[in-house]
T-cell receptor
Framework: KQEVTQIPAALSVPEGENLVLNCSFTDSAIYNLQWFRQDPGKGLTSLLLIQSSQREQTSGRLNASLDKSSGRSTLYIAASQPGDSATYLCAVRIRIKAAGNKLTFGGGTRVLVKP | NAGVTQTPKFQVLKTGQSMTLQCAQDMNHEYMSWYRQDPGMGLRLIHYSVGAGITDQGEVPNGYNVSRSTTEDFPLRLLSAAPSQTSVYFC???????????????FGNGTRLTVT
């Protein structure tokens, strides 16, 4: 059974510092890995999707890496801002019965960026 | 850009009552799913659908029913609510993964359900 872990559960940094968020998964047979952001009381917003054949994806200040062999992904957020404060979740896509887009989620890392 | 719309946003039920959580998407997505989010448990898949007329169970399907009569709508029914179903429910959709798409999931803003 696929298990996804995110450590630490919470992180506090001063504004301007780079953020490094970690995600690990137990089964390397994944289709893709997604990073999401969740603001309090809101749904999840997809930030980056890395296909299993890729090693990284970038979008603006965000960069996500994927190492399938070691079962790890890292989300880097450069020059953090108070608006980056949120919970960040990673999820891996696995296959069910040759159909579906089932994601297994980590527990999330709650980030606070202090002005 | 409506995306994925969930109603209601909040609901309080008494044990044994039934209700339907609504989910609609306007992106012509074939794949739709329901998750529940609980503290310490993360997000868990309840049911999903790969297209109109097709549904299947996820990790935690007991106590919930779904149907998919149209591409746009994917309602979740609680037949007899229990306190253990107190949670935040999220609907999510994407393009069909069966066509080789590595498609991100789009989430609604959630329904916060309390069962007393």
């Amino acid at each position: 059974k696929q298990e996804v872990t995110q450590i630490p559960a919470a992180l506090s940094v001063p504004e301007g510092e780079n953020l490094v968020l970690n995600c690990s998964f137990t089964d390397s047979a994944i289709y893709n890995l997604q990073w999401f952001r969740q603001d309090p009381g809101k749904g999840l917003t997809s930030l980056l999707l890395i296909q299993s054949s890729q090693r990284e994806q970038t979008s603006g200040r965000l960069n996500a890496s994927l190492d399938k062999s070691s079962g790890r992904s890292t989300l880097y957020i450069a020059a953090s801002q108070p608006g980056d404060s949120a919970t960040y979740l990673c999820a891996v896509r696995i296959r069910i019965k040759a159909a579906g887009n089932k994601l297994t989620f980590g527990g999330g890392t709650r980030v606070l960026v202090k002005p | 850009n409506a995306g994925v719309t969930q109603t209601p946003k909040f609901q309080v039920l008494k044990t044994g009552q039934s209700m339907t959580l609504q989910c609609a998407q306007d992106m012509n997505h074939e794949y739709m799913s329901w998750y529940r989010q609980d503290p310490g448990m993360g997000l868990r898949l309840i049911h999903y659908s790969v297209g109109a007329g097709i549904t299947d169970q996820g990790e935690v399907p007991n106590g919930y029913n779904v149907s998919r009569s149209t591409t746009e709508d994917f309602p979740l029914r609680l037949l007899s609510a229990a306190p253990s179903q107190t949670s935040v429910y999220f609907c999510a959709s994407s393009q069909s993964p069966n066509r080789g798409h590595n498609s991100p999931l789009h989430f609604g803003n959630g329904t916060r359900l309390t069962v007393t």
